[in-house]
């Protein structure tokens, strides 16, 4: 079993920045492809971004390229979010998920364990 806690969520004003922090309980954490979703009032969850176990490849959704980044301390078994430049639609709560193996996936059904979520709200 996983457990996955996040943090750092909270109100910002558009253009502004956040980080996310997810830590997770597993003793392999460095096995697992770390993974960030999010999920709007009245939407679908949503990927975000994922990160490979060393860390060296990832990859991200078309909405937030060039303003998010994901990192991972392997270390600290944690993943972190930086979020640039915010604007109103990405406002949501945020999960963070992992996948045993290191493919890196963008589907939620691919992904074994999953946190409570943070809510992240931009305002204009």
């Known amino acids: 079993q996983v457990q996955l806690v996040e943090s750092g969520g909270g109100l910002v004003q558009a253009g502004g920045s956040l980080r996310l922090s997810c830590a997770a309980s597993a003793r392999t954490f460095s096995r697992y492809v770390m993974g960030w979703f999010r999920q709007a009032p009245g939407k679908e969850r949503e990927f975000v971004a994922a990160i490979s176990w060393s860390g060296g490849s990832t990859t991200y959704a078309d909405s937030v390229k060039g303003r998010f980044t994901i990192s991972r301390d392997n270390a600290k078994n944690t993943v972190n979010l930086q979020m640039n430049s915010l604007k109103p639609e990405d406002t949501a709560v945020y999960y963070c998920?992992?996948?045993?193996?290191?493919?890196?996936?963008?589907?939620?059904?691919?992904?074994?364990?999953w946190g409570q979520g943070t809510q992240v709200t931009v305002s204009s």
């Open positions: 998920a992992a996948r045993l193996g290191n493919v890196l996936v963008t589907t939620t059904d691919l992904y074994n364990y």
